[in-house]
């Protein structure tokens, strides 16, 4: 369990926490139809910064995505007397496409952006990107969970961010995925997704009077979560929602519900989102708990997203509300949902956030305001401490462009029968073809049902980011391949392992500024202290182009 | 007809990579979406429609609108030479 000690939301609503959650209270909406813009044919409704808020919110010498995570945590950090050059901090970064526009740039690469917003905070530690598409911002929250609770830092800035571009709509549009009116979570009439943009900060840690905090001893606290994959659909989600279910079930697992105000939905106003998660919160039993979904506020703001709402749902508990969900008019879903076009009044404790997201991926988080992480007898819901892991290394697979092996090579020779393999693109044909050979040879235990999998890069899905470019750049030729945006996502890789060998545990991408082994085995340590799992497989899977690239797999067993 | 099947299986196979599969052994009649035939799924349809856009100027907005279009490669060519614009 850890405690929110801060927080910020940037967003075209708002500068700050309050300012957001008094907008999004009197039912204000950033959402509005663009036509022509960024030269895409074809219209979408999208929840994006006014010229004037941009310059406004600008930084000399930096990009817009980078300006606007500096200006969040920033505004975060001013409530606190944090030393954030302490080494006992860490930065976590939650972003989809970053500075996917810096494309011919080392400012593309996330984990520079992320070294370079760090680097403006004042910060001295390797800063970690999660990359988990839709889910990032939960999964980050999560990750700082699980290395506060192993003890390797004492705090964490949780930063999610995201702006818009032509790149991110007009893939989405491809997919068929964006409507061109305000988005309308779990309505009849819901037809797609609104793009959004904002930066939203949680700092995380043990609450201290040193900080200079003055808030009479209650706290948000992240008491439980859980990540559970799919294995289904690299980007539709299971129809019955078998993830979701398991993770929110993961969550709650000795949890009285009745203490729960609100589920804040992902909604993404998706038809098949929106129905996959009412059939989940149905089967968790959690039918009678109100719903709230916020994306008719600021759109789908992707890596902000789970921090975003999370910063939200926290004040409209804390001010006795279930926020509206706006757009919502009849229901639309066949999962059994308590859902509401309007605010209702609730007085409860805690809340429970979901998001569902491409590459199968699920992720739940419960949070309850009670006292903070270092005092006795802690949260009503807290459970036992986390037991320590050791993880043992059961079999490594090794493989790279420098010594001339290719994963095609290797496929045709060694595995075959799995004509999806050409689809994919050379990330996931790393992983694919590494996760085949160390689970043939090593199979997973038949009591672990659900191992993890967690991949480290440095270089993002830059292969599949110049290949989608590729076929938007030019006017007179403008055909968005859907195949080629969906492995602009990194984390796609792992969905990829995850369908092919049904794995149903946490599958995390997370990428650093290099193969940084110290911290990736902690990483891995901590997260496996967090979990059920009895097994991972992790380990570097990072493609520069077709024909530079660097592949290391290891599976392990964790042993308590 | 046959000239335009010939040419949608080629580019088919070009542009969902399937890699594995001989022009030969692609049935004209053989359903595309079934678990019995190439077992194409929802992104390979989007993919097929950016392909009739690209090359025989054909727009389909709902891909639902797809559904007897898509069943196989017979039925796109019957549609592509009703429909074609280039």
Request: charged letters at 20%; a negative charge.
């Amino acid at each position: 369990m850890i405690s929110v000690l801060s927080t910020n939301i940037t967003s075209p609503l708002g500068l700050t926490t309050e300012q957001n959650y008094q907008a999004v209270f009197s039912g204000s909406t950033a959402l509005r139809r663009y036509e022509g813009m960024w030269g895409l044919p074809e219209p979408f409704a999208a929840s994006l910064f006014s010229d004037e808020q941009k310059a406004a919110l600008a930084l000399d010498g930096y990009t817009f995505f980078e300006a606007l995570a500096i200006r969040s945590v920033r505004e975060a950090l001013s409530h606190l007397r944090l030393d954030v050059t302490s080494e006992r901090v860490v930065f976590i970064l939650s972003t989809t496409k970053g500075n996917v526009e810096e494309i011919n740039t080392p400012r593309y690469y996330p984990s520079e952006s992320a070294s370079i917003i760090a680097r403006n905070i004042g910060l001295t530690t390797t800063p970690i990107v999660v990359c988990n598409a839709c889910v990032s911002g939960l999964s980050a929250q999560l990750l700082a969970d699980h290395l506060l609770t192993a003890n390797l830092y004492d705090y964490a800035i949780v930063v999610g961010a995201e702006v818009q571009s032509k790149f991110i709509v007009a893939g989405f549009q491809s997919l068929k995925a964006i409507s061109e009116e305000p988005c309308r979570p779990f309505d009849m009439e819901r037809n797609g997704l609104n793009p959004g943009e904002a930066a939203a900060t949680i700092v995380f840690g043990k609450p201290s009077p040193r900080l200079g905090d003055v808030r009479e001893g209650l706290y948000w606290n992240l008491v439980d979560g859980a990540a559970c994959n799919d294995a289904c659909h690299l980007v539709s989600p299971s129809p019955q929602g078998v993830g979701l279910t398991a993770a929110i079930e993961t969550a709650m697992k000795g949890r009285d519900k009745k203490q729960l105000a609100t589920i804040c939905a992902h909604g993404t106003a998706t038809l098949y989102n929106d129905q996959m998660e009412s059939k989940a919160i149905e089967k968790a039993h959690l039918s009678d708990i109100p719903l709230s979904a916020l994306k008719g506020y600021y759109g789908h703001t992707m890596g902000a997203a789970g921090v975003l709402e999370t910063i939200l749902s926290m004040r409209a508990t804390d001010d006795g509300i279930v926020l509206a969900t706006k757009g919502f008019m009849e229901p639309g879903v066949s999962g059994k949902v308590s859902i509401n076009g309007e605010p209702r009044p609730i007085d409860k404790t805690a809340f429970l956030k979901v998001m569902s997201g491409f590459g199968g991926c699920n992720v739940t988080a419960l949070y309850e305001r009670g006292a903070g992480s270092m005092e006795q007898g802690a949260g009503s819901m807290e459970q036992g401490a986390r037991g320590k892991v050791k993880l043992e290394k059961v079999q490594t697979v090794r493989f790279s462009s420098a010594e001339g092996t290719s994963p095609s090579d290797i496929y045709k020779q060694e595995i075959g029968n799995y004509p999806k393999f050409y689809k994919m693109d050379i990330l996931s044909r790393l992983a694919f073809v590494a996760a085949e050979k160390v689970l043939s040879n090593s199979p997973l235990k038949d009591e672990d049902k659900k191992p993890a999998l967690i991949l480290f890069n440095h270089s993002s899905s830059i292969e599949s980011d110049r290949r989608f470019l590729d076929t938007i750049s030019r006017a007179e030729d403008f055909f968005p391949s859907p195949s080629a945006f969906v492995y602009t996502l990194p984390n796609i890789a792992a969905g990829e392992i995850a369908i092919r060998h049904q794995l149903l545990g946490e599958t995390s991408f997370y990428i650093l500024p290099e193969k940084d082994e110290t911290l990736m085995q902690q990483i891995l340590e901590a997260t496996l202290g967090g979990t059920e799992a009895r097994s991972v497989v992790s380990g570097w899977v990072d493609a520069e182009s077709n024909t530079s690239y660097e592949c290391e797999l290891t599976i392990y067993s964790v042993k308590v | 007809m046959e000239q335009l099947i010939n040419d949608l299986k080629q580019q088919i196979k070009e542009v969902l990579n399937l890699e594995e599969l001989s022009l030969e052994d692609f049935d004209a009649d053989a359903p595309l979406f079934a678990d019995e035939g190439i077992g194409l799924d929802s992104i390979d349809v989007l993919e097929i429609i950016v392909l009739l856009e690209k090359q025989y100027g054909i727009r389909l907005a709902n891909p639902k609108e797809g559904k007897a279009i898509f069943k196989s490669v017979r039925t796109i060519a019957e549609y592509v030479q009703a429909n074609r614009k280039k």
